[in-house]
């Protein structure tokens, strides 16, 4: 009777052995599994402490550096409040007058350097910056990323107009792949009698923002 206790007591320690050494190495499975989906891209918060204070200049109130402590912090400040953050994404607006600013991270597909784009909305004007992350100095970098466009990019070869004309052309994003490109003509004499002809667009392939043109029926 004593012998057949002894087996069981043997038998109840082996197995609670068993389970203990199983567990660290789950434990470390499910480590390395968060780990690598955290490292997939790089926190937007992150690129947002190091962008310039000017970042914000197109807009009417701007932007101090205490508060742009709070909003790291707090995700708030006097004039400003954080209403949108995912993983490339952060939406700033200001709390009285309506202003935002929209900061926009696309990683390149195989390193994880990338571009930031911060698109400012003042009342009815946009306008969008770019920089370059570079990863291994985590540092942004400003650069006009964005090909410049004429008139003459929007308006058929018999509209075309002369080299001098200075055209005023914005950059506005329209979903989170694709910025569309649009020319001001309210007001302008040239384009009384003138019709806009093409439409254009950027469209984000993993690398940079690709050119498509769509032509506007007539």
Do not use: C
């Given at each position: 009777m004593r012998k057949l206790i002894f087996?069981?007591?043997i038998g109840i320690f082996s197995a609670t052995g068993?389970?203990?050494?199983?567990?660290?190495?789950?434990?470390?499975?499910?480590s390395?599994?968060?780990d690598s989906q955290n490292n997939s891209y790089k926190d937007i918060k992150s690129l947002f402490r190091w962008s310039p204070l000017s970042l914000f200049d197109e807009t009417t109130e701007g932007l101090e550096s205490s508060e742009k402590e709070e909003l790291l912090k707090k995700g708030e400040s006097a004039y400003w409040k954080i209403m949108e953050a995912t993983n490339t994404k952060l939406v700033i607006n200001h709390i009285y007058n309506g202003d935002r600013v929209t900061l926009r991270f696309f990683k390149h597909k195989d390193s994880f350097n990338g571009i930031l784009f911060a698109e400012v909305e003042n009342g009815a004007n946009t306008s969008l910056s770019s920089w370059n992350y570079d990863e291994e100095s985590e540092t942004l970098q400003k650069s006009n990323l964005l090909h410049k466009y004429t008139a003459n990019d929007f308006v058929s070869k018999e509209d075309k107009l002369p080299d001098s004309y200075h055209a005023v052309v914005h950059y506005s994003f329209i979903d989170e792949l694709t910025?569309?490109?649009s020319l001001y003509t309210w007001m302008e004499k040239e384009f009384e009698n003138r019709k806009i002809s093409n439409e254009l667009f950027l469209k984000w392939n993993g690398e940079n923002f690709v050119e498509k043109i769509?032509?506007?029926?007539q």
């Amino acid at each position: 009777m004593r012998k057949l206790i002894f087996l069981v007591l043997i038998g109840i320690f082996s197995a609670t052995g068993y389970s203990q050494t199983k567990r660290p190495n789950e434990k470390k499975i499910e480590s390395t599994k968060s780990d690598s989906q955290n490292n997939s891209y790089k926190d937007i918060k992150s690129l947002f402490r190091w962008s310039p204070l000017s970042l914000f200049d197109e807009t009417t109130e701007g932007l101090e550096s205490s508060e742009k402590e709070e909003l790291l912090k707090k995700g708030e400040s006097a004039y400003w409040k954080i209403m949108e953050a995912t993983n490339t994404k952060l939406v700033i607006n200001h709390i009285y007058n309506g202003d935002r600013v929209t900061l926009r991270f696309f990683k390149h597909k195989d390193s994880f350097n990338g571009i930031l784009f911060a698109e400012v909305e003042n009342g009815a004007n946009t306008s969008l910056s770019s920089w370059n992350y570079d990863e291994e100095s985590e540092t942004l970098q400003k650069s006009n990323l964005l090909h410049k466009y004429t008139a003459n990019d929007f308006v058929s070869k018999e509209d075309k107009l002369p080299d001098s004309y200075h055209a005023v052309v914005h950059y506005s994003f329209i979903d989170e792949l694709t910025i569309q490109v649009s020319l001001y003509t309210w007001m302008e004499k040239e384009f009384e009698n003138r019709k806009i002809s093409n439409e254009l667009f950027l469209k984000w392939n993993g690398e940079n923002f690709v050119e498509k043109i769509e032509r506007i029926e007539q």
